[in-house]
């Protein structure tokens, strides 16, 4: 394909900002899911790129990106790094769920300021809450 060719470009996702309810109603699930209730994959990034912290919105949508050989987590369609290869199971079965390329996800801060949390459903809960 030339210079000018045909293909188009993949749509860049915009990233928001989300307090904890706001990312269950990201991920369409129903209010009060909590992170025990098994709704979740948690997976880890190093945190290369610095981002800021805001209080009340702890969390960042994100995409992850099947790249083959890894899996990117983008921001606004940006590659800000790549997850951790313990991580490659359960991100393996979020994404074929999604359809194999790409996948919604919540980015968020650890305290130690290492690593982020990527946050993103579980394809296979139950839809069970904890009480």
């Known amino acids: 394909m030339g210079l000018f060719g045909k293909a188009k470009p993949a749509p860049v996702t915009q990233s928001w ?4 309810d706001e ?11 909590s992170l025990r209730d098994g709704a979740f994959h948690r997976l880890f990034m190093a945190a290369t ?3 800021t912290e805001h209080e009340s919105k702890r969390y960042v949508s994100v995409e992850l990106v099947n790249c083959g050989n890894g899996v990117t987590v983008e ?5 800000i790094g790549k997850l951790d290869e313990r991580c490659l199971p359960n991100v393996v079965e979020v994404l074929r769920h999604y359809g ?20 993103c459903i579980d394809p296979l809960w139950d839809g069970s809450i904890l009480t």
């Open 17 to 20: 900002l989300m307090d904890y």
């Open 23 to 33: 990312m269950v109603a990201f991920f369409g699930l129903p209010p009060g899911t």
């Open 49 to 51: 790129t610095q981002l």
């Open 75 to 79: 921001l606004s369609g940006k590659v």
């Open 100 to 119: 194999g390329n790409r996948a919604p996800a919540a980015l968020s801060h650890t305290g130690t300021g290492k690593t982020y949390n990527i946050t």
